[in-house]
């Protein structure tokens, strides 16, 4: 007989954060990873998906904001940044790069010690920093409203696709 494995005080601390998607906005919790170096939520509503990656290593907490395609989420960021496929899914941090660049989510380890990231509940701290910014920049999709989304996720493309050859191509 298996064992059920007890979540994590870290996973705990992350689903406790971002709850709000649940209690606020209708969001259903259609998926939960939790492993080692790697914490994975995925959040869905008629028509936006939310997926949240923790990860550990990285000390980053990574959130993409996805329409629906045809009710399901598709998650086809690698090969649509690559072809004249359409995003579906665009980070928090592009969200924030095209509107307030200033405001970026950094790795944990990025921010003084004064940010409490480092003492005691810090994790909570961090995850409730990037809640905060997902309901702030990205409020008109968690309500559904997606008509900046197409324009944001060509942006996104340009930007991409210009710094290809630059750096690594990682997504703004």
């Not at 990025?110 to 909570?124: K, M, R, T």
Request: net charge negative; proline share 3%; hydrophobic share 35%.
């Amino acid at each position: 007989m298996r064992k059920k494995i007890e979540e994590s005080y870290r996973m705990k601390t992350l689903s406790e954060e971002f709850k709000f998607l649940v209690d606020e906005y209708d969001f259903e919790l259609i998926e939960k990873k939790d492993e080692f170096w790697f914490l994975k939520l995925v959040f869905k509503n008629p028509t936006v998906g939310v997926i949240i990656s923790d990860e550990r290593r990285e000390q980053y907490v990574d959130v993409d904001i996805c329409r629906l395609v045809n009710g399901k989420l598709i998650d086809n960021t690698a090969q649509a940044l690559k072809t004249d496929k359409p995003l579906n899914c665009i980070s928090l941090n592009s969200i924030i790069k095209f509107t307030n660049p200033d405001d970026s989510i950094m790795p944990a380890h990025y921010y003084d010690e004064s940010s409490g990231f480092f003492a005691p509940g810090g994790d909570s701290r961090y995850y409730r920093l990037i809640a905060e910014k997902l309901g702030k920049y990205a409020l008109s999709f968690l309500l559904g409203d997606l008509s900046g989304f197409e324009e944001l996720a060509i942006k996104v493309k340009k930007f991409y696709q210009k710094n290809i050859d630059d750096h690594e191509g990682n997504q703004p």
